[in-house]
């Protein structure tokens, strides 16, 4: 059973165009969403996360949007940048009751081109 | 800070050789965490610790063991390996574990082979 459907796998966008990464989930007990940057032979980074509890968080040109109904949050870049070119993941959570749930996105890889 | 480091950075492992991998921290990170990354997919989590001598399984212990005998570092132990093995390791350390939605600090990886 796939707990998290990343989509789409790999997205190229013009430079100054908007990347739009989805991520969606089964878990409804999930209570936080972050979404994570890679760049090639690095570890991952948080880029930006959101908690249930509100619909929208914007950090400079990401934005994170989430939809608890739909069991969906996804990442705006605006005015997307060569140097945002990199592989991205949401890795949504859960923890309670001395467990928890760590999944992993399979990934979408941006390329920004000039 | 040096943040999260990880030795060696590459290694190639005959089947059945055992090694282990380190990470160390120098932010006082109560939380420390190991994953794997296989090619096109997403981090899985191994193993896990809340603070010195603490353990505990995540999603694909099998096949690895750890230890915490100090709040900096956090080897994984790999026996036996297997070329299911192959694979980039990360270590990961949070100021506050993952019910507290602190933000984990990564390490730069280790690529290991297993022929």
């Known amino acids: 059973q796939q707990q998290v459907k990343q989509s789409p796998q790999s997205l190229i966008v013009q430079k100054g165009g908007i990347s739009i990464i989805n991520c969606a989930y089964e878990?409804?007990?999930?209570?936080?969403f972050p979404w994570y940057q890679q760049f090639p032979g690095k570890g991952p980074a948080l880029l930006i996360a959101?908690?249930?509890?509100?619909s929208e968080k914007k950090e400079g040109r990401f934005t994170i949007s989430f939809n608890k109904s739909a069991k969906q949050f996804s990442l705006h870049i605006m005015d997307s940048q060569p140097g945002d070119s990199a592989t991205y993941f949401c890795?949504?959570?859960?923890?309670?009751?001395?467990?928890?749930?760590?999944?992993f996105g399979k990934g979408t890889k941006l390329s920004v081109i000039p | 800070n040096a943040g999260v480091t990880q030795t060696p950075k590459f290694r190639i492992l005959k089947i059945g050789q055992s090694m282990t991998l380190q990470c160390t921290q120098d932010?006082?990170?109560?939380?420390m965490y190991w994953y794997r990354q296989d090619p096109g997919m997403g981090l899985k989590l191994i193993y896990y610790?809340?603070?010195?001598?603490?353990?505990d399984k995540g999603e694909v212990p099998n096949g690895y063991n750890v230890s915490r005998s100090t709040t900096e570092d956090f080897p994984l132990r790999l026996e036996l390996a297997a070329p299911s093995q192959t694979s980039v390791y990360f270590c990961?350390?949070?100021?506050?574990?993952?019910?507290?939605?602190?933000?984990?600090?990564f390490g730069p990886g280790t690529r290991l082979t297993v022929l």
């Open positions: 990961a350390s949070s100021a506050s574990g993952l019910a507290g939605g602190g933000e984990q600090f």
């Open positions: 878990n409804t007990a999930f209570d936080y």
């Open positions: 959101i908690r249930p509890d509100v």
């Open positions: 890795a949504p959570f859960y923890s309670g009751a001395g467990s928890y749930q760590l999944t």
């Open positions: 932010m006082n990170h109560n939380y």
């Open positions: 610790s809340v603070g010195a001598g603490i353990t």
